[in-house]
């Protein structure tokens, strides 16, 4: 079946833009977490989703990132005043957490670059 | 801070070896534990979780968890040059989140 999808694979924007990253996870995962990768770390937890509520919001950096589910399968993370220390690898996992199982399978990524 | 650490390598094995790979966590309270392959320009694929102390075994990969000493490690057997890639090595809590290591690099020579 299909995987997670991720859109863009990859954008470029400007110092102080704003950017949407979507993701559409597998279906049937009621479960979606958002990550960014940056060169040479591993993946850092931003956010996680069950449903359409944000179960855990911790990894936020601060309140320029925000991340929405409205209908509890595609999620869009937004980036406001966008600076060049963002640029990173978004990922989006998605998981079906039905309580017996609890992998986490990642989508292609978004690399972001702020120039 | 909940930390989960990984001798960043390179490692490089011959073609047909064991490759063993090495995790630590911090959190005692750690229940999941999972073991991605990254290839360069790629994002992370599953390849092994394991919940339960001992060895789990799947094709050519072993995971192996001892709770008691906070470790896991990912056994590669018949190492091939496909295997070349970025190991990661990931620990989920009482959260939902999984917390990476920054990975171990492998690299198997023909």
């Known amino acids: 079946g299909a995987g997670v999808s991720q859109t863009p694979s990859n954008k470029v924007t400007e110092k102080g833009k704003y950017v949407e990253l979507r993701c559409d996870p597998i279906s049937g995962h009621t479960a979606l977490y958002w990550y960014r990768q940056s060169l040479g770390q591993g993946p850092e937890f931003l956010i996680y989703?069950?449903?359409?509520?944000?179960?855990?919001d911790s990894g936020l950096p601060n309140d320029r990132f925000f991340a929405v589910r409205p209908e509890g399968s595609v999620s869009t993370l937004k980036i406001q005043r966008t600076e060049r220390g963002d640029s990173a690898v978004y990922l989006c996992?998605?998981?079906?957490?039905?309580?017996?199982?609890?992998?986490?399978?990642f989508g292609p990524g978004t690399r972001l670059t702020v120039t | 801070q909940k930390e989960v650490e990984q001798n960043s390598g390179p490692l490089s094995v011959p073609e047909g070896a064991i490759a063993s790979l090495n995790c630590t966590y911090s959190d005692r309270g750690s229940q999941s534990f999972f073991w991605y392959r990254q290839y360069s320009g790629k994002s992370p694929e599953l390849i092994m979780f394991?919940?339960?102390?001992g060895d789990k075994e799947d094709g050519r990969f072993t995971a192996q968890l001892n709770k008691a000493s906070q470790y896991v490690s990912l056994l590669i057997r018949d190492s091939q040059p496909s295997d070349s890639a970025t190991y990661l090595c990931a620990v989920q809590g009482g959260s939902e989140k999984l917390v990476f290591g920054k990975g171990t690099k492998l690299t198997v020579n023909p």
């Open positions: 996992a998605s998981s079906t957490r039905d309580g017996r199982t609890y992998e986490q399978y």
């Open positions: 394991i919940y339960s102390n």
């Open positions: 989703f069950q449903g359409t509520g944000a179960a855990d």
